[in-house]
């Protein structure tokens, strides 16, 4: 719904003219006992550059060290907090990349802090300082992306090597826009011939509907729970 400033836009303005249109409004004071909380990884350029009335932008780019130690620690990561940190410090202190390498070490790592995330290379500042030499903001989510990217990388290698049908269950369902349950997804992509496998892949064609509940609970992280 933003514009990423890839094309020449304006980074971070809404593409959207009526949803900028009704932002503005309720930013101005013309919706009186209507608010509105947004959260976007990219500023709200019209909002930042009106300087509204009604508007409070509220930078959570980073969490504080001590908070992002407690959502490891509730992800059921072990260890010191100086180790602790030190993934949080990986992380970028992104409160949602934390809780994604927290669910990593915890699912693949038993726990164990230690366990490799790789989310950072030598060179990731300059090639965002080259790509964006001279907003900082836009910058600054860009090397945010690379981190990213390599969570949801080391999520894919993790479940590649031990639940290939869960993988494939997880690349599927981000064609559904809308929610979906367990026996439509089995009737969709599970069942016996070439055309289920070619679609599915064979180790998600075998699974029954049960199976593809199960795999769903441990997406969401209900086995934890």
């Given amino acids: 719904m933003q514009d990423d400033g890839a094309r020449g836009g304006v980074f971070g303005s809404l593409e959207d003219g009526r949803l900028s249109d009704l932002l503005v409004r309720g930013a101005d004071g013309y919706l009186p006992q209507v608010s509105v909380l947004i959260t976007s990884r990219f500023p709200l350029a019209e909002l930042d550059e009106r300087g509204s009335r009604y508007y409070r932008p509220i930078p959570i780019e980073e969490i504080e060290p001590a908070a992002a130690v407690a959502l490891?620690?509730?992800?059921?990561?072990?260890?010191?907090?100086?180790?602790?940190?030190?993934?949080?410090a990986e992380c970028g202190h992104h409160a949602l990349t934390v809780d994604l390498a927290g669910g990593y070490v915890a699912e693949f790592g038993d726990g164990d802090p230690a366990t490799p995330l790789q989310l950072t290379r030598f060179d990731d500042e300059e090639q965002a300082r080259r790509a964006e030499p001279t907003?900082?903001?836009?910058?600054?989510?860009?090397?945010?992306?690379?981190?990213?990217?390599?969570?949801?990388?080391?999520?894919?290698?993790g479940f590649k090597a031990s639940d290939p049908a869960t993988l494939a269950l997880l690349e599927r369902i981000c064609l559904f826009r809308l929610g979906i349950d367990a026996s439509l997804l089995a009737s969709i992509f599970t069942g016996r011939g070439d055309e289920k496998q070619r679609i599915s892949g064979l180790a998600l064609a075998r699974l029954s509907c049960e199976q593809i509940q199960q795999a769903l609970d441990r997406l969401v992280g209900d086995e934890a729970d």
């Fill in 135 to 157: 907003n900082a903001k836009r910058r600054a989510v860009r090397l945010q992306e690379y981190r990213f990217a390599r969570i949801a990388e080391r999520y894919r290698e």
């Fill in 72 to 88: 490891l620690r509730q992800r059921q990561v072990r260890g010191t907090d100086a180790q602790l940190r030190e993934i949080a």
